[in-house]
């Protein structure tokens, strides 16, 4: 991987550090030289390779340059060697350590701008706001032109309410550089603060246009539209929103990887990566970890990801078959289990049907409890006609779910097709009506049952199930209305929609399919106090639906109704007990809601290892982590945030490592598990 290249800033950081060990900074300073603070010692003993080694070999070095006599020049080459090791624990995640090199910088070197931006910096990343604020003023006194340092303190003074300080910082810097995205993002969020939606969205698109990856612009975009009563245009925005935020540009904080040696950083650089659909550079990081730490079975599964993003299947499928040998005799199953499932997806894809079967059979035996694995493969045996196997394991799904949970009817279904296509058909028939029963506002479902019947030579039968699915539609002026809205719906024409499922519930309020198209509809709009009236509606007449339950929960968060959806989340969650994405949203709202008094971290805890016990996964461990925080209990949630890597987790095994529980910053943050 070719390393980027680095401003003179970074230079003589750089330079120092290529001779200069981080377990130096623990070293003991001579009487001779200012009082400098030892960093906490690390066990390194758990860490990769190349990072220990890299570490440890510079320890003497450090050692051998505090031993020097304290001159003007050896203080000063100290100073950036300890500005680069505190660099470097930024870029190892041992923030604390980091902010001890970053002091003895500044003890050595006060007048030096670097040393309190960086500190300034750390303070922001562990929460520590006014700290920050208070670090960038003190560096813009006497580097007025660092750009970095205006956009990091308008965030911060944006985090802190203080909006008309931010519209001070994020002015300057447009100043400086009247291009730069996070800029005009800044003083959009600085708008619709104050106020100002019209203005919000001027300063929003100028951003995007700036930056079309930043997706994250377009949730503060749509709710600026709605606020100026343009639905279309805040659904269009939403629509697109995604998790990218604009980028700061920060030659100091950006080229850590100049620094960083080991195949743990390049994981992190790819993960984010991925994040953010840069998949060239998600390869190179991956492939770079690779490079360092042969066999690291993450990164040859991001490898994987990014290769197909940019249309490499075959070379995704090549990684994934290296990767299998790299696993050890004692990894957990779930390790060579995951590798084989991506496999096998891989394979079906590519449409090698008998290669992709086999991959997930092998994978199943390895997790046979995983459902979602078994319906996998399920469905491709039964695409490909192998209906004998597939109604095995449609039968085991069947037997191992309860009744209750919200994949039954669809798979009841599925099973009922399998069946007809063996000529089991009364068999068949009991599977088209258990969903039928389970669902019973889907007219959709009830029309496969008249299909069904049809094929069983019961035409009665077949006419009262046609009739039944029509009265569900509002007969025909009402499927009419239905379709016509759809229609609208699909080309963006809301209102007009919005007007058709009004009018056809008018006519027929126990029309479930107009209810739950106007409650969607409602959302997507972010009208989200108008939706949660809809979804409740649906209840009223199907109080086990799962996607009315979703739709309630979704629709009170994204309102910032916390306590509400505590309360929709227990509902939800007595009528599909063993949804698990429900579980995680309800343990990620009680660790983190953004109303204190809506959080209840013991609760948290106890849904939390219920879950684990059923599904360990990355979000239950985070899940799990983020509880554990909310009650204090922060060294077994520091160990479990640090098997969990990209940006946001990052930010939080910071905030764990300065004993801070993590509070949401909204709702999206709650809702990963349902979106």
């Known amino acids: 991987m070719t390393k980027p290249s680095v401003g003179p800033i970074l230079a003589a950081l750089l330079s120092a550090c290529a001779l200069l060990g981080l377990a130096a900074c623990g070293g003991r300073p001579s009487a001779k030289w200012p009082d400098l603070q030892p960093t906490p010692d690390l066990d390194l003993s758990g860490a990769e390779a190349g990072a220990r080694d890299q570490l440890e070999s510079q320890r003497a070095e450090i050692e051998a340059l505090l031993a020097q006599p304290a001159t003007a020049d050896a203080q000063a080459e100290a100073a950036e060697s300890f500005g680069a090791l505190g660099l470097l624990y930024v870029a190892y995640e041992f923030l604390a350590a980091a ?95 104050e106020g100002d939606p019209a203005a919000a969205v001027e300063a929003f698109e100028r951003a ?35 998790d990218v935020a604009t980028r700061i540009p920060d030659p100091l904080i950006s080229s850590l990887a100049n620094v960083a040696e080991s195949a743990q950083f390049y994981l992190m650089q790819g993960a984010e990566a991925l ?46 078959e290296e990767g299998l040998e790299w696993v050890a005799p004692d990894a957990p199953d779930d390790d060579l289990a995951e590798v084989l499932r991506l496999l096998g997806g891989l394979h079906l894809r ?41 109604l095995v394991e449609f039968d085991r799904l069947v037997d191992e779910m309860d009744d209750s949970d919200p994949a039954i009817p669809a798979l009841w279904e599925k099973r009922g097709t399998v069946r007809m296509a063996l000529g089991q058909r009364r068999g068949a028939l009991a599977d088209f009506r258990a969903a039928a029963a389970a669902e019973p506002a889907d007219s959709e479902l009830r029309r496969r049952l008249a299909a069904a019947l049809d094929r069983l030579g019961d035409s009665a039968a077949a006419a009262r199930e046609r009739a039944a699915a029509e009265r569900l539609a509002g007969g025909s002026d009402g499927v009419a209305r ?49 939706a949660v009236a809809e979804f409740e509606a649906l209840l009223e007449s199907s109080p086990r639906s799962g996607v009315a339950h979703r739709g309630r929960v979704v629709s009170l968060l994204l309102a910032e109704r916390w306590g509400e959806a505590r309360l929709a989340l227990r509902d939800a969650l007595s009528a599909l007990p063993r949804d698990r994405d429900l579980a995680l949203t309800q343990i990620r709202l009680l660790a983190t809601a953004p109303d204190p008094r809506v959080r209840d971290g013991a609760l948290a805890e106890e849904v939390a290892r219920r879950v684990a016990q059923v599904s ?39 905030a764990f490592e300065a004993g801070r529980a993590w509070t949401a910053r909204g709702a999206d943050e709650i809702l990963v598990d349902l979106r």
């Open 616 to 654: 360990d996964s990355a979000s239950s461990r985070e899940a799990l982590a983020l509880a554990l925080a909310e009650q204090g209990l922060f060294p077994p949630a520091i160990e479990l945030q640090r098997s969990l890597s990209g940006a946001l987790a990052a930010e939080r095994l910071a």
């Open 350 to 390: 590519l449409g090698r049907h008998s290669e992709g079967i086999e991959r997930l059979r092998e994978s199943l035996a390895l997790n046979p409890d995983r459902p979602t694995l078994r319906a996998a493969l399920a469905n491709a045996l039964a695409r490909t006609e192998r209906f004998d196997e597939a």
């Open 482 to 530: 239905l379709r016509v809205a759809e229609s609208r719906v699909r080309a963006g024409r809301y209102e007009e929609a919005i007007a058709l499922y009004r009018e056809t519930l008018r006519q027929d309020p126990t029309l479930q399919p107009a209810r739950f198209g106007l409650a969607s509809v409602l959302g997507h709009l972010g009208r989200f106090d108008q």
């Open 99 to 193: 902010e001890v090199c970053l002091d003895n910088a500044a003890t050595l070197q006060p007048e030096d701008y670097r040393w309190t931006y960086l500190r300034g910096y750390l303070a922001g990343v562990q929460g520590r706001l006014p700290e920050a604020v208070a670090r960038y003023e003190e560096t813009l006194e006497r580097e007025e032109a660092l750009l970095p340092a205006w956009l990091r303190l308008g965030r911060a003074h944006l985090e802190l309410g203080e909006s008309a300080a931010a519209r001070r910082a994020f002015e300057e810097a447009l100043r400086l550089a009247p291009e730069v995205a996070a800029a005009h993002e800044g003083l959009g969020r600085v708008a619709a603060a």
């Open 208 to 242: 995007l246009a700036l930056e079309p990856r930043a997706t994250g612009v377009y949730y503060a975009l749509g709710q600026a539209h709605r606020d100026l009563g343009d639905g279309e245009a805040a659904a269009a925005a939403l629509a697109r929103r995604g």
């Open 275 to 320: 994040e953010d659909e840069r998949f060239e550079d998600a390869a190179a990081a991956y492939r770079e970890a690779i490079e360092r730490d042969p066999g690291q079975l993450a990164a040859a599964r991001g490898l994987a990801f990014a290769l197909e993003a940019l249309g490499d299947a075959e070379g995704a499928i090549g990684v994934l």
